[in-house]
């Protein structure tokens, strides 16, 4: 969920140098919220406090030279207010695994995916925004199909719910696909994407069904291989 974004948005644009320092304070931005997320949920116990001090000061050092490269890049900034504000609030009254807490983390993580594309000098915003959208959809399902065979398994509406979203993201990218079908822009929802979504509709309400469910190592070897397909089909898009 840090990866995939960033790289769907570094390769949208074409690489550049600024995507170092720009990937360096993504990855330690984020240890800086998972560890201030820790600190407020042991309800701001000493012994938390010192990964938040130096993952949250090398966060800034690192945010401050990407800026040194390209100030407009602050423009990006107030986007990451409310999904990050409701992500700590969660935290703090240990709410953190849930819905909306999750919810919340992927569309935080899919706006990285536009922050990319514009450090890497990137000017067509429609494929940008389509590509965030693609990241944060597959990402959002992502949530209830885990929960459904961990936390949530056995709970037969919920596995529904599941299903019934990556369905509701099958009709939009198709519809994606139809509209801009004939027409002269270049490019749009290919329908490798929606493809990769019906797969991805089919294991939501599969996998929950099992008699032995899937351990959590194999959960998330089937996820890396889905973020791959769900990247590279939205590349070629």
Same mark, same amino acid.
């Given at each position: 969920?840090?990866?995939?974004?960033?790289?769907?948005?570094?390769?949208?644009?074409?690489? &550049?140098?600024?995507?170092?320092?720009?990937?360096?304070?993504?990855?330690?931005?984020?240890?800086?919220?998972?560890?201030?997320?820790?600190?407020? #949920?042991?309800?701001?116990?000493?012994?938390?406090?010192?990964?938040?001090?130096?993952?949250?000061?090398?966060?800034?050092?690192?945010?401050?030279?990407?800026?040194?490269?390209?100030?407009?890049?602050?423009?990006?900034?107030?986007?990451?207010?409310? +999904?990050?504000?409701?992500?700590?609030?969660?935290?703090?009254?240990?709410?953190?695994? *849930?819905?909306?807490?999750?919810?919340?983390?992927?569309?935080? *993580?899919?706006?990285?995916?536009?922050?990319?594309?514009?450090?890497?000098?990137?000017?067509?915003?429609?494929?940008?925004?389509?590509?965030?959208?693609?990241?944060?959809?597959?990402? &959002?399902?992502?949530?209830?199909?885990? #929960?459904?065979?961990?936390?949530?398994?056995?709970?037969? !509406?919920? !596995?529904?719910?599941?299903?019934?979203?990556?369905?509701?993201?099958?009709?939009?990218?198709?519809?994606?696909?139809?509209?801009?079908?004939?027409?002269?822009?270049?490019?749009?929802?290919?329908?490798?994407?929606?493809?990769?979504?019906?797969?991805?509709?089919?294991?939501?309400?599969?996998?929950?069904?099992?008699?032995?469910? +899937?351990?959590?190592?194999?959960?998330?070897?089937?996820?890396? &291989? *889905?973020?791959?397909?769900?990247?590279?089909? *939205?590349?070629?898009?």
């Amino acid at each position: 969920m840090l990866a995939s974004p960033l790289l769907v948005g570094v390769l949208a644009s074409g690489p &550049a140098w600024i995507h170092l320092p720009l990937a360096a304070f993504w990855f330690v931005g984020y240890f800086a919220f998972f560890a201030t997320g820790l600190w407020l #949920k042991s309800s701001r116990r000493a012994r938390y406090l010192p990964p938040v001090r130096v993952h949250g000061l090398t966060a800034a050092a690192l945010g401050a030279a990407v800026l040194a490269l390209d100030g407009t890049l602050a423009l990006w900034i107030p986007v990451f207010v409310v +999904p990050l504000g409701i992500g700590l609030w969660s935290s703090a009254r240990r709410t953190d695994r *849930s819905l909306v807490s999750g919810l919340s983390t992927t569309v935080g *993580s899919a706006l990285m995916t536009v922050v990319a594309y514009d450090a890497g000098g990137g000017q067509d915003w429609l494929r940008a925004g389509v590509l965030a959208a693609v990241q944060a959809a597959y990402f &959002a399902g992502t949530v209830f199909y885990v #929960k459904s065979l961990i936390r949530e398994r056995g709970n037969q !509406a919920f !596995a529904r719910a599941g299903v019934a979203f990556h369905a509701a993201c099958v009709v939009l990218a198709a519809g994606a696909v139809l509209m801009f079908e004939g027409r002269p822009h270049p490019w749009g929802v290919s329908w490798w994407v929606v493809s990769v979504f019906v797969a991805l509709t089919l294991r939501a309400g599969w996998v929950p069904r099992l008699a032995t469910p +899937p351990t959590p190592a194999r959960i998330g070897v089937g996820e890396i &291989a *889905s973020t791959t397909a769900v990247a590279v089909s *939205s590349l070629l898009a």
